[in-house]
């Protein structure tokens, strides 16, 4: 206010200075209020991208408990509609179709994201997460602020890659504590099936009563010295168990061949060459896997012992003779379904780099004839369902500089990525929405038990994923990865399609657009 007089100027110029100043500021001023009102009206219509407030509990980047998501594509159990979803307390209270809902919602708060799509939250039923003990693969902060950042609202933590694995009451203790307060989505827990435990039932009822969601066992050394491989008589065991508790077992279904692993010692056989890789797991053991494994199967059909036990074929890659007879085996009615990933969807042997372990994984990833007949068991329905086998390790384990295939870390870091992988490499299959939906949402949810997750469904928990699917990005150091190690991920340096826009969590907003809820407030699911 002082500055007409500092001007030292007569009374009279300072009389209409101070007259024309005054006229400048409340011009000014009135300016202000009405860009301010503007704002406030949009801010309580569109409020999606001007939102920047935190709830105070720091759980959600939304200050709302009751709130409408809306958008021109979002995918129902009934199809894809153009409308809004309410939500209330964490979970869908309505649905509301467009041509109702202007008269429907008064004084609501709308996040818009117009074209984008709207859907069910992934549900990634295979991902280690290596915590406790191995935290420094990943971890639970870093893992589930990947999942969310990817759309996933929900995984299932595997019980090997920890240490110590979760094989008991007590094991699955320490998951718990370690995932407490330290979880950015829900997260849920198979236990493991091993020798120790398998013929215990006793043992075996207390570990399912404390809560693990369902079981998990190898057939094949897992590389984890504390998670040792199961025959046919821990499975059949376990099934039996697992039947009372209406579970499924999951099962890595390779069995080794001691033929295969002479013929590789060879000093031809060069290990940088994934060819070389490639010959020490061929379908054959997967085949012989699924065929003992379906000597025991017929117990979960309807009447028979096992019946309320399901039999779930993880990361399946063998899309001939083994998809051939679990095919048979369903159509038999025995209670098995399949998963596959999509690294195995998205990648072909003839592509992989020699020397590029970040590729390396178990069953491998084959030619691209098997990755054709993949995506069309997938599409036809053969395949149920999809997850990441996010395995993570030491970038130091990959051994990058070595390139040496036969004595790499085996497993394939994707969690983040995996629904702009699917969609990338769907899209030239035609895959649709609804069907994205059912294989990442639906289907795992299932699986889980989680029978308030899986669809935007009224009464169901409000786990939400907003993305662009004609939004490409390049997957590159520029990229925001929330992965501990994204450099020894196998998509890294594509070009994918698919943009993660945001990602509610039991209506928390836990993911925006490169940013964070402060809080890590995710449910730990446990098994009732
Ligand atoms: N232990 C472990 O995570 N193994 C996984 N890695 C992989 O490539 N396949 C698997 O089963
Ligand atoms: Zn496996
Ligand atoms: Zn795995």
């Known amino acids: 206010m002082i500055f007409p007089l500092a001007l030292g100027l007569c009374c009279n110029c300072t009389i209409t200075y101070w007259i024309m100043y005054t006229l400048v500021f409340m011009f000014v001023t009135i300016y202000q209020a009405c860009l301010g009102l503007m704002a406030g009206l949009e801010l309580n219509h569109l409020i999606y991208p001007l939102e920047a407030r935190t709830a105070p509990s720091g759980c959600s980047l939304l200050p709302h408990n009751h709130y409408w998501i809306s958008s021109k594509r979002i995918v129902t159990q009934d199809g894809v509609i153009s409308g809004a979803v309410e939500i209330k307390d964490g979970k869908v209270f309505s649905l509301v179709k467009e041509e109702d809902w202007h008269g429907y919602i008064r004084n609501g708060h709308i996040v818009d994201f117009g074209e984008a799509v709207v859907m069910p939250g992934l549900i990634d ?79 075996l009822e207390g570990f399912l009563r404390a809560g693990v969601l369902g079981l998990k066992s190898f057939m094949c ?156 068991a997938l599409t036809g329905g053969d395949i149920d369902m999809l997850s990441s086998d996010h395995s993570p390790s030491l970038p130091d384990l990959k051994l990058l500089q070595e390139g040496d295939f ?76 929330y992965i501990k190690h994204p450099s020894i991920s196998a998509y890294m340096g594509r070009k994918l399609s698919g943009k993660v826009l945001a990602t509610f969590v039991r209506g928390n907003l836990v993911y925006k657009e490169g940013e964070h809820a402060p809080a890590a407030c995710g449910s730990r699911l446990l098994a009732q």
């Open 125 to 203: 039923v295979h991902a280690h997460l290596d915590d406790p003990g191995r935290d420094d693969w990943e971890g639970f902060p870093s893992g589930t602020r990947a999942a969310a950042a990817g759309g996933i609202t929900t995984l299932i933590d595997m019980p090997l890659n920890s240490e110590p694995s979760t094989v008991s009451v007590e094991t699955l203790k320490l998951k718990m504590n370690a995932a407490k307060n330290r979880i950015f989505v829900d997260v849920g827990f198979w236990g493991g099936l091993v020798p120790d435990n398998a013929l215990n039932a006793t043992a």
């Open 221 to 376: 050394p897992s590389g984890i010295n504390d998670f040792p491989m199961t025959n046919i008589t821990h499975i059949k065991e376990g099934l039996s168990v697992l039947a009372k508790f209406k579970r499924p077992l999951l099962v890595h279904a390779e069995v080794q061949e001691d033929v295969v692993g002479e013929s590789v010692e060879d000093d031809k056989n060069d290990a940088r060459l994934y060819s070389t890789y490639l010959k020490t797991r061929p379908p054959s053991m997967e085949e012989t896997a699924i065929r003992n494994l379906l000597t025991v199967s017929e117990n979960t059909r309807a009447g028979g012992p096992s019946e309320g036990a399901h039999l779930h074929i993880v990361h399946l890659s063998d899309a001939q003779s083994s998809l051939d007879l679990l095919k048979k085996a369903k159509g038999r009615g025995d209670s098995i379904s399949i998963e596959t990933c999509p690294h195995y969807l998205s990648f072909s042997a003839d592509e992989i780099p020699d020397g590029d372990t970040r590729f390396k994984c178990a069953p491998p990833i084959r030619d691209a004839d098997n990755k054709e007949k993949l995506w069309e």
């Open 406 to 481: 036969l004595k790499a870390w085996g497993g394939i870091s994707s969690l983040q990525y995996v629904l702009p992988a699917t969609w990338t490499s769907g899209r030239k299959y035609g895959v649709t929405l609804e069907q994205i939906a059912s294989w990442w949402s639906e289907k795992p949810a299932k699986l889980a038990g989680q029978h308030l997750k899986g669809s935007i469904a009224v009464g169901n928990y409000a786990d939400i994923v907003a993305w662009d699917p004609e939004s490409e990005f390049d997957l590159d150091e520029n990229h925001s990865s």
